[in-house]
């Protein structure tokens, strides 16, 4: 069956650290693989975009790899604040379809 | 920056009863989409609607909805007969383009408990 797989506990880290979180999928052959934040009752918010020919993306501190010989994509936050608590979302989007589809999301603390 | 607006943020209806949320996608755009999330749990995809017609659904997507561009600016998620279980915040979403490869922005959400 197809998964999309994202650690259910939450990541607690301090404010400056470096947050790591990891998407793992099952059974997809996605094209991109998108990045998204989710704040508690809002709608998520678009992050990071990556294909499946690019192996690394940047964008300010926010960092995405991706690597589909492992079916793994990592989301690093550089220098992480408080204000980057939230929950992430990675969602991809399987080859010849036209919907995302998320995981259940980290839940990320940075604590002061 | 333009945004995907949403209404009611929040409605609470009798099971059985019809209800209809309302979506005012970003102007440019041409792809609109809805997605559900019930408490806790993941963000779904429902519907992708191109070119006045529905470009994909989900199985989640029954003969219970539908779905409707009634003029230039607005995308409507009808619900026929509501069923408990379909309390959820509802998301109306839009992309300039296709999905793949571009952002799609999303609306703040519709909030429904049947009750």
């Known amino acids: 069956s197809q998964k999309i797989e994202q650690n259910s506990e939450a990541l607690n880290i301090q404010e400056g650290k470096t947050a790591t979180l990891t998407c793992n999928y099952t059974n997809y052959s996605p094209a991109y693989l998108q990045w998204y934040r989710q704040d508690p009752g809002r709608g998520p918010v678009f992050l990071l975009l990556?294909?499946?020919?690019?192996k690394e993306k940047r964008k300010e501190r926010l960092k995405v790899t991706f690597d589909t010989t492992l079916k793994q994509s990592l989301f690093h936050i550089t220098a992480s604040q408080p204000a980057d608590s939230a929950t992430y979302l990675c969602a991809l989007i399987d080859t010849g379809r036209r919907a995302l589809t998320f995981g259940s999301g980290t839940r990320l603390q940075v604590q002061p | 920056e333009p945004e995907v607006t949403q209404t009611p943020s929040h409605q609470v209806t009798q099971m059985g009863q019809e209800v209809i949320l309302r979506c005012v996608p970003i102007?440019?755009?041409?792809?609109f989409y809805w997605y559900r999330q019930i408490l806790g749990q993941k963000v779904e995809f429902l519907v992708s609607f191109y070119n006045n017609e529905i470009s994909e659904k989900s199985e989640i997507f029954d003969d219970q909805f539908s779905v409707e561009r009634p003029d230039g600016s607005n995308f409507t998620l009808k619900i026929r007969s509501t069923k408990l279980e379909d309390s959820a915040m509802y998301f109306c979403?839009?992309?300039?383009?296709?999905?793949?490869?571009?952002?799609?922005?999303f609306g703040e959400g519709s909030w429904l408990t049947v009750v």
């Open positions: 102007s440019n755009h041409l792809y």
């Open positions: 990556i294909r499946e020919n690019e």
């Open positions: 979403a839009s992309s300039e383009r296709t999905i793949s490869g571009n952002t799609i922005y």
